[in-house]
């Protein structure tokens, strides 16, 4: 059980390690897509909140909004570091891949990630459209995460990607594009509205912080992505592609439903 999708998924693993290996800049830019298209999301939905303001309803108007982030990485592709958490643990688990190579590729791109974060909000700030509103939102949103202790945002981000890499999973099995776009949607909008951390959507949140004339401190923002950082790793491998590779490891055999005495 589960085994097509576990071959398809490292069918998937080998190409991102033969892009990363024979065309690292392919790869490098591919990653940088991949943070520009989840800072769309960001600044999407704290301009939507800066629009709203204190309707009651806004966390989960951005929650259901946030899900165009992963969407267009889904659809359009890119090189998500919090989705190789899933699929690049495959191949490291059945010892196709070395330790080695797995850090060096998801170092690669996680860098390519805050790129195309970085990017993405300086053309934000650049707009003009940082308007006093859309500031309140990003600088208590950042407040809030940078505040969090060890434990509180470990297992926030242990459950945040756990979600995502489920939406990966799911959309993996799901041969509709309809569907495929509904899981993510929901598995989205189930960690946004539930106040999980993502890594790679905190980035771009920070850059606007901190560029838009935050006061936060460094440390505070380096604290907050380097732990939510290893807690979107473990949710990914340990909750997600290991439990399933398990599953998987035991041959399929058929059954006749008659008791082995």
């Known amino acids: 059980m589960y085994q097509e999708d576990i071959n398809q998924l490292l069918k998937g693993a080998r190409a991102k390690f033969t892009l990363y290996r024979q065309h690292?800049?392919?790869?490098?830019?591919?990653?940088?897509?991949?943070?520009?298209?989840?800072?769309?999301?960001?600044?999407?939905?704290?301009?939507?909140?800066?629009?709203l303001g204190g309707f009651?309803?806004?966390?989960?108007?951005?929650?259901?909004?946030?899900?165009?982030?992963?969407?267009?990485?889904?659809v359009?592709?890119?090189?998500?570091?919090?989705?190789?958490?899933?699929?690049?643990?495959?191949?490291?688990?059945?010892?196709?891949?070395?330790?080695?190579?797995f850090l060096a590729l998801m170092a690669f791109c996680w860098l390519g990630n805050l790129i195309g974060s970085f990017l993405c909000s300086l053309f934000f700030l650049g707009s003009g459209l940082y308007s006093p509103g859309v500031q309140e939102a990003v600088l208590e949103a950042t407040l809030l995460k940078t505040s969090l202790g060890f434990?509180?945002?470990?297992?926030?981000?242990?459950?945040?990607?756990?979600?995502?890499?489920?939406?990966?999973?799911?959309?993996?099995?799901?041969?509709?594009?309809?569907?495929?776009?509904?899981?993510?949607i929901l598995c989205i909008a189930c960690?946004?509205?539930?106040?999980?951390?993502?890594?790679?959507?905190n980035m771009t949140l920070f850059f606007i912080s901190a560029l838009g004339g935050g006061s936060i401190p460094l440390s505070a923002y380096v604290y907050n992505l380097l732990l939510a950082t290893l807690g979107n790793?473990?949710?990914?491998?340990?909750l997600v592609a290991l439990p399933y590779l398990f599953i998987a490891s035991k041959p399929d055999k058929s059954s006749n439903f008659k008791e082995d005495l």
Not at 33 to 42: N, Q
Not at 85 to 90: E, F
Not at 233 to 238: D, H, K, T
């Open 24 to 51: 690292p800049g392919g790869f490098f830019l591919s990653s940088i897509l991949a943070g520009l298209y989840i800072g769309f999301g960001i600044c999407f939905v704290f301009s939507l909140a800066g629009l």
């Open 56 to 74: 009651l309803g806004t966390k989960v108007l951005m929650g259901f909004c946030f899900s165009v982030a992963l969407s267009l990485v889904v």
């Open 76 to 101: 359009a592709g890119g090189e998500l570091f919090t989705g190789n958490c899933l699929v690049m643990t495959l191949p490291l688990a059945k010892k196709e891949l070395s330790l080695k190579n």
């Open 151 to 184: 434990f509180p945002l470990l297992c926030r981000a242990i459950l945040c990607n756990t979600l995502v890499c489920l939406a990966i999973w799911s959309c993996n099995r799901i041969k509709d594009g309809a569907g495929k776009i509904l899981m993510v």
């Open 191 to 201: 960690f946004f509205i539930s106040g999980y951390e993502h890594s790679i959507a």
């Open 233 to 238: 790793f473990i949710g990914g491998a340990f």
